[in-house]
């Protein structure tokens, strides 16, 4: 392992760097005579994002860390070390996250991408409690994910309040709005009759 920082000792696990070393150990003569050790999913790109790496420890394998006063950072991918761990002094730190993907640095958004997405209802919020991990080019989006996901999945309706109408998104119990937003044509002006293409051009606004 890496020495992340001396005092107070902190070192670092690669995690596929230790599964490589895992399948370098089981196809020796000796390695082939024993169940595998681990099962891996290598990092997937759908869409322009790369998912991160899994490793779980399989068939009755457990890892045992040398006993010190020192923690550990796994990271790389997410896997299930803490589960097979054999307890001692040594305390372990895992990432894993629903929403891990692997980026080239930074979050991935250009600066007009990052504020277009902050300016959803929510999100600036969240932004503050989202963990980015910039030196080992990782961002954990899961809270962000959930979010998106609930605006795409959740019920979903529209509503005339006064003389305006406005888009209405409901939370997962649908008992409060997670989304309240005034439907504006492209000229930025509030929608006050809904006609045919009149939601094709909220779409298209940029406002």
Excluded: C
């Amino acid at each position: 392992m890496t020495l992340i920082q001396a005092s107070p000792e902190i070192r670092g696990l690669n995690l596929n760097t230790f599964r490589l070393d895992l399948k370098d150990l089981e196809d020796d003569a000796w390695g082939m005579t024993f169940p595998d050790t681990h099962r891996h999913n290598t990092e997937v790109t759908l869409g322009g994002i790369t998912l991160a790496r899994t490793l779980e420890i399989i068939n009755g394998y457990t890892v045992t860390f040398e006993n010190g006063q020192y923690a550990v950072e796994a990271k790389e991918a997410n896997s299930n070390i803490a589960d097979v761990m054999n307890v001692n002094q040594v305390s372990l730190r895992t990432f894993n996250s629903a929403g891990l993907i692997t980026v080239t640095s930074g979050s991935g958004l250009s600066t007009e991408e990052h504020t277009q997405l902050m300016s959803l209802p929510g999100l600036a919020e969240i932004e503050a409690s989202t963990v980015l991990a910039k030196e080992a080019t990782v961002l954990y989006v899961s809270d962000v994910v959930v979010l998106l996901k609930t605006f795409v999945t959740n019920k979903k309706y529209l509503q005339k309040t006064g003389l305006t109408w406005y888009l209405i998104i409901r939370d997962s119990s649908d008992n409060n709005d997670i989304l309240n937003k005034a439907l504006k044509d492209k000229n930025g002006d509030n929608i006050t009759d809904i006609q045919a293409g009149i939601l094709a051009q909220e779409l298209a606004s940029s406002v």
